[in-house]
C-alpha cells in the first residue's frame, strides 16, 4: 500500500477528511468559508474558546488540540491576507422564483442528457430535519469560532427519531429508477442508509456514526446507536469487542487531523467516489461548502474529457452559500436542497411515489 502524506486540514466541529487522496487535492488551500469580520472574530473566539476551562468539549480540550492551534491560527491569519469581500463565502443568498424556475428546467435538462449521474451532499441536506450544517451562518464550526459553546453530539443521539430528509427520499427513489448512478456524503448520519440507498452505492467519506468495526477482521457493525465513545482525536476505540474474533471495534469518524492511517477503511471509501466521479458526466453537488479536503476535490474529477464522455462532464452547485468551487460549476443555483431535489424527483419519476 503507496503510504499516505499527512496532511492536516482544520474542519468540522471533530472530523474532516485530511488523507491525501490519489493525489487529487490540487489546490492545496482549503479556503474557509467566513468572511472578513467574521475571520477575525473567529480567532479572539478561538483563544477565549480553548483556554477557557469552563468548557466541557473533550475534543477541544484533549491535549492534540494544542499541537493544532498554533496551525490553526497561521491558517485563519492566511485566510485573512488572502480573502477579499468578494470572496464571501458566508452570506446565504436565494435565486428569485423566476430566476430558480429557469435554473431547475435547466438542471432537468442536463439530468435528462447525462448518462452517468453522481450526487455529492453535504450537510445541507440534512439542515431541515433539524440537523445543524458546519459553514452556515448558525452552523458548528462558525459557532465555535465565536467562542460559542456547541454540543458535541449534534442531534445524531436522537437516530430514532431521525428521519431522512426530502432530499434524501429523493436521491433513493431517483437511485431506485435509474437515474442517479452513486452518492457520496460528507455527512456522518447514516441517513442515506436509512432512506433505502444500497451501501453498494454511496461513501460515507468520513465515516457513519453508527457504524463500527473490527481493528482485526475489519467486519463492520451496524448500530442504532452513536458508536463513538472516544474522546481523543486519535482514538477510535469504542470499548466493544467484534462478535466473530474478539478484536477490539473502532468507530470510522474521520476526527480532526485524522488521516487514512488513523481510519483505513476511509481509504476505499474515497477511492469510490473518486472512480464515480471520474466515470460521472454529470456530479450534482447539494448542501456542500465543499471547502474541505480532500473530500472537496472530488466532485470536479468528472470534468476533464474521457474515453464515454469527449466534451467531459459537468458540474452542478446546489448551496445557499457561495463556494471556492462555483467557478467550475456549469449551473450554481441558490436554494435549499429539499425543495430542488423534489422538483428533480416529480419531473423525472412523476407524482406518483
Ligand atoms: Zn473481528
Redesign the pocket.
Known amino acids: 500500500m503507496t503510504p499516505h502524506k499527512r496532511r492536516t486540514i482544520f474542519c468540522g466541529l471533530q472530523w474532516g477528511t485530511t488523507g491525501s487522496c490519489r493525489g487529487n487535492s490540487r489546490n492545496g488551500v482549503a479556503r474557509e468559508s467566513l468572511t472578513m469580520d467574521c475571520l477575525k472574530s473567529c480567532l479572539d473566539g478561538l483563544q477565549r474558546y480553548v483556554w477557557s476551562s469552563t468548557l466541557k468539549d473533550s475534543t477541544w480540550t484533549s491535549k492534540e488540540y494544542e499541537e493544532y492551534e498554533l496551525e490553526f491560527k497561521s491558517y485563519m491569519q492566511q485566510n485573512l491576507q488572502t480573502l477579499s469581500p468578494a470572496e464571501d463565502f458566508a452570506t446565504e443568498h436565494r435565486d428569485d422564483p423566476e430566476e430558480l424556475q429557469r435554473k431547475l428546467q435547466d438542471l432537468l435538462e442536463l439530468c435528462k442528457e447525462a448518462n452517468y449521474i453522481v450526487v455529492f451532499t453535504g450537510a445541507g441536506i440534512s439542515t431541515s430535519i433539524g440537523l445543524p450544517d458546519y459553514r452556515g451562518p448558525q452552523g458548528v464550526w462558525t459557532r465555535k469560532l465565536k467562542g460559542e459553546l456547541v454540543s458535541d453530539d449534534l442531534g445524531l443521539e436522537r437516530s430514532a427519531q431521525l428521519q431522512p430528509s426530502r432530499s434524501h427520499w429523493a436521491i433513493s427513489r431517483l437511485h431506485q429508477n435509474g437515474f442517479i448512478k452513486f452518492v457520496s456524503s460528507t455527512n456522518v448520519d447514516g441517513l442515506h442508509l436509512k432512506s433505502g440507498l444500497p451501501k453498494a452505492c454511496l461513501a460515507e467519506l468520513h465515516g457513519n456514526s453508527y457504524v463500527e468495526e473490527?481493528e482485526?477482521?475489519?467486519?463492520p457493525f451496524h448500530r442504532s446507536f452513536v458508536t463513538r465513545t472516544a474522546t481523543g482525536l486519535f482514538d477510535h476505540r469504542t470499548g466493544r469487542y467484534?462478535e466473530?474474533?474478539?478484536?477490539p471495534l473502532r468507530d470510522i469518524i474521520v476526527n480532526f487531523g485524522n488521516t487514512f492511517e488513523h481510519v483505513p477503511s476511509m481509504e476505499a471509501q474515497h477511492d469510490a467516489a473518486w472512480l464515480h466521479c471520474l466515470k460521472a458526466d454529470l456530479v450534482l453537488v447539494l448542501g456542500s461548502s465543499l471547502s474541505i479536503l480532500t473530500a472537496c476535490d472530488l466532485p470536479e474529477e468528472c470534468l476533464e474529457a474521457r474515453d464515454g464522455k469527449p466534451d467531459g462532464g459537468k458540474m452542478v452547485i446546489v448551496n445557499l452559500q457561495r463556494t471556492p468551487k462555483d467557478p467550475l460549476a456549469s449551473l450554481r443555483i441558490f436554494a435549499p436542497c429539499d425543495e430542488v431535489m423534489a422538483f428533480l424527483e416529480e419531473a423525472l419519476l412523476g407524482t406518483e411515489r
Not at 216 to 219: D, P, R, T
Open positions: 473490527c482485526s477482521c475489519l467486519k467484534c466473530l474474533c474478539g478484536g
